[in-house]
């Protein structure tokens, strides 16, 4: 039998971050002619240019997957050594030929401190493929041992809370965050809903994403989550999120001896919180705005910071409705289509929605997640058959 250097799963999964970078990167491909030697001049001759919070962080997160996939995708016959410097080698390089391509892209910029980022991100994925270790990614020997897309998308969920990763040595700022809970207790019934749902979701991929004191580490998940708001910059905590996650804990423990019943009743949460908040406030108008037929036309024109927290939001709320929908019992390629099919649907609802982006994009993030979700499970699970059958 011929060695094979690669895992072929991850391997796909690294070229998918490759090819989503170059996309995000260089959108909307609008080149001119410009030399070489004035591209490598701006990116040099920016080496000491101070760089923004947002796009410094958004770039980090941005090749953290290279770093992890690409870790994960070579295979531990090669030395660690060899196989982190193939992987920093790789960031590099992609990060490099991508800020000189920007140079002939109309509205892009040069600059090397988004190399620096680029590569302080890939070894931070890195870091991620090697803890907790490559076994919990690519083997799945007992039915009840850790699911690696549930990891993938509670990563996801944390990395939108936790966004923008610094935090604060002020009492004040602590004050700030926790009045809006003390002084103005509000708590809706949609808030509670929505988020209730969200925490629910949270709740059942943890199930699969630990394989033991799972009711523990979902008070631990949601303690630092919720927690971090105090004392991260730009956060507040409200009324809501704690009552959300107080009702996914008691829905966790009533419905403990009925897990088919608990997971089909977070698939209706779910399904219902996302409709309700691609639509709201449900205020439709007569006259129709255009739909974007792009993939990610919006994120390429906003803020960078907060297009990565929105791509982590939809990335956990679209794969969690997609996983949900497979542990209920529905193969994962119907599941897929199913979650893709509702949101282009709500999309086209949005163009009479005013003040909302009606495009491709949500329905495009559901495949590309589902797909991911499809390619992190072991190579030798039938990933298209009923979950029932793996777990």
Known sequence: MRHRFFVKNFAVIALLVILFIGYGSLYPFDFHRASLIDAAGTLIGGWAKRPGRGDFLSNILLYMPLGCFGMLAIRREASALA???MVLVLGLCLSICVELTQYFDAGRDTEATDVYSNVIGTALGIGVAQFPGRAFWTRLPRPRQADPAAFMLLAAWAGYNLYPFVPVIDLHKYWDALKPLVLYPALSGYGLFTHAAIWIAAAALIDEAVTEK???WFAVFAAVLLGSKIVLDGDTLSAAELAGAAVALAWRMALEPWPRLRTLSAVALLTS???ALRLEPFHFEA?????GWIPFASFMHGSVGVDMQAFLEKFFLYGGL??????????????IIAVAAMLFATSIAEI??????AEITDAATAVFVGGLIALVRPARSVVWARPGRLI
């Open 287 to 291: 006259a129709a705005m255009p739909f």
């Open 273 to 275: 919180a996302v409709v």
């Open 214 to 216: 799972r009711r523990a």
């Open 352 to 357: 009479y929605l005013p003040g909302r982006s």
């Open 322 to 335: 997609i996983w949900l929908l497979q542990k209920a019992g529905l193969p994962l390629f119907p599941a």
């Open 83 to 85: 196989r982190i410097g």
